[in-house]
């Protein structure tokens, strides 16, 4: 009995550091890029030798991807629950703008995803195909709804991508033009916080006229976390 708790202490102090090697990999990733990053600096941050990164994960190719895999199943459950969230009786008009509004609200406040995404993207190689080859995994959750919207208000058709790309637009101008957007809104408040909402509220002034929402719909939370579901702190997204 003995040997079995032992093995599975050390299986857990396994998956424990394979963890920490992760999030530590991801912050760099996201912060820097993935040409500036070395298999040193993550050892160095993540607190374990370079033979025990080599032995976990093989080398910094096999841990970005494994990154990549941690980041788009975080994405995508979240998706899912979020989409579950907002189900119910009312238009498809109605929970479309909830679920992009609140998914922005998500991206700003966890920025990484996005840091993360632009610098694959940026790279145009086996990893942005990489990645791409995934971008519709959402697809199905969302299909429904725009197919219902357009049916319920063929005067003013929605197109998915047409939104996503004004939701990665937004998101990302936020993470990388972060001083920026502080200096924008320096005369209303001194919190980068609250500079953030003011971002998302710009965000949601827009998807209201585009979507036509009745003012009772019209979401008004006093913080970006007020419109957060609960999540693991997977990748250190929390």
């Not at 079995?4 to 550091?17: D, F, L, N, Y």
């Not at 992009?100 to 991206?107: H, N, T």
């Not at 924008?184 to 509220?201: F, G, M, R, V």
Request: proline share 4%; hydrophobic share 40%; net charge negative.
């Amino acid at each position: 009995m003995a040997v079995k708790k032992q093995g599975r202490r050390s299986a857990e102090t396994s998956e424990e550091t394979k963890r920490q090697i992760l999030c530590v990999a991801g912050d760099l990733f996201s912060e820097f890029g993935y040409e500036r990053v070395s298999l040193r600096n993550i050892s160095e941050q993540a607190g374990v030798s370079h033979s025990l990164l080599r032995h976990h994960f093989g080398s910094k190719e096999d841990i970005w991807y494994a990154v990549s895999d941690a980041l788009h199943s975080f994405l995508i459950q979240y998706i899912h629950r979020l989409a579950v969230d907002i189900s119910g009786d009312k238009p498809a008009y109605i929970k479309f703008y909830h679920f992009s509004v609140r998914l922005l609200a998500l991206l700003l406040v966890e920025p990484k995803p996005i840091q993360f995404i632009a610098d694959t993207v940026r790279q145009e190689g086996k990893f942005s195909d990489y990645f791409l080859d995934k971008r519709g995994d959402e697809e199905p959750i969302l299909l429904d709804w725009v197919e219902s919207y357009n049916a319920e208000t063929p005067e003013n058709l929605v197109d998915l991508w047409e939104v996503k790309w004004l939701l990665i637009n937004s998101a990302h101008a936020a993470a990388s033009l972060k001083p920026l957007l502080n200096i924008i809104w320096e005369k209303q408040t001194s919190d980068p916080q609250q500079a953030l909402y003011k971002h998302w509220e710009l965000f949601n002034k827009q998807m209201v006229i585009v979507h036509n929402i009745p003012e009772q719909e019209v979401l008004s939370p006093s913080a970006l976390k007020d419109l957060l579901l609960p999540y693991k702190c997977e990748m250190k997204l929390c």
